[in-house]
């Protein structure tokens, strides 16, 4: 018991006694300070330089799956086409296309083709079939000012395309013939004409939209007016290279194709028409078009400064592809 109440007493002096508490001093923090920024600000910059890299081969990589898959699904419409213009057909029809005088826009790829319907044709009760109508498309470069896309160019893709005929069917407005219900022709929608002498290329240079008579002129007849068009141009792929001095040029095309390169003076003076970064060599009499596509990554990183320049070519991933049409014409 002495022993317990000797500790106990001991324990109860201790308790009572008044440690000190240490700390740092003020030069002791600022010595801590200097070395954690020391330590610190070289790791904050590795990290940024780290995701600055990722973003750009990031900008990079989806450039070059875009560009790819715009010109798998170019290759795949193409390979539908029965006729392709070249250069001296997209001039002789340029006025019928939409936009036709806009410094904007220049047309690149202009043909027609046997597009499928599925399902379109009732043959008994619930069956149907399919079928083929004739259709005309369009690819544009664009570079404007509209804010909805990127600074760089775009690429879009319009197209009419003609009904599906049925004598059992409905009217459509502008049309004498009847229609399966649903599938009207396009408005301003007109199939090409073989009728006649000249050679196919003449007959197909010489295609204009459908038109109507309106106005009666004094005297007799009436005024035509072309019909306007309802659908709208659709953007197939954004940033595509926007350069216009500086990019690589055009190839030579092989012998036997035409650059689609349009001379008219409308076409010389569109911006869109001196840039290389989305044209195609067309042989118009085998039905073969090679596509080229270059992209623009910068674009996804930045606001300006986006022109081509051979120190940062790998941000401008290339793709081109040569397609011959299925489809055939025959004319007499």
């Not at 508490?21 to 610190?40: H, N, Q």
Request: with cysteine; charged share 15%; hydrophobic share 40%.
């Amino acid at each position: 018991m002495r022993a317990l109440k000797f500790l106990l007493q001991s324990q109860l002096k201790r308790s009572k006694l008044i440690e000190e508490v240490g700390g740092f001093s003020l030069i002791e923090l600022l010595v801590a300070m200097i070395l954690a920024v020391l330590v610190i600000t070289p790791l904050m910059g590795f990290m940024i330089s780290v995701m600055n890299t990722d973003r750009q081969e990031q900008a990079k990589v989806s450039s070059e799956q875009e560009i790819q898959a715009a010109v798998d699904y170019i290759a795949r419409d193409l390979q539908q086409a029965i006729y392709i213009y070249d250069s001296a057909g997209i001039d002789a029809i340029r006025n019928e296309l939409p936009n036709p005088t806009s410094t904007e826009r220049v047309p690149v790829l202009v043909f027609w083709k046997r597009e499928l319907i599925n399902q379109a044709i009732t043959i008994t009760g619930s069956q149907k079939d399919d079928t083929y109508v004739y259709s005309l498309v369009a690819y544009h470069l664009i570079k404007d000012s509209d804010t909805t896309w990127s600074n760089a160019a775009r690429i879009t893709r319009w197209q009419i395309r003609d009904g599906v005929a049925s004598a059992g069917g409905v009217s459509c407005t502008g049309y004498t013939g009847k229609y399966v219900s649903g599938y009207c022709p396009s408005d301003g929608f007109a199939l090409f004409s073989l009728d006649g002498t000249g050679t196919i290329h003449e007959k197909m240079n010489a295609w204009r939209r459908l038109s109507q008579y309106s106005t009666p002129i004094t005297g007799g007849g009436s005024t035509v007016t072309n019909v306007n068009y309802s659908a709208t141009p659709v953007v197939l792929v954004d940033y595509i290279d926007q350069t216009i001095t500086g990019a690589p040029a055009k190839i030579t095309c092989p012998t036997g194709s035409n650059l689609v390169a349009p001379n008219t003076t409308n076409f010389n003076t569109r911006n869109t028409f001196n840039m290389t970064s989305f044209y195609a060599c067309v042989d118009r009499v085998n039905t073969t078009a090679q596509v080229f596509l270059r992209g623009n990554a910068i674009a996804r990183l930045q606001n300006n400064n986006l022109d081509y320049s051979d120190n940062r070519s790998a941000y401008f991933p290339t793709a081109s592809i040569r397609v011959q049409g299925r489809g055939y014409l025959f004319t007499q």
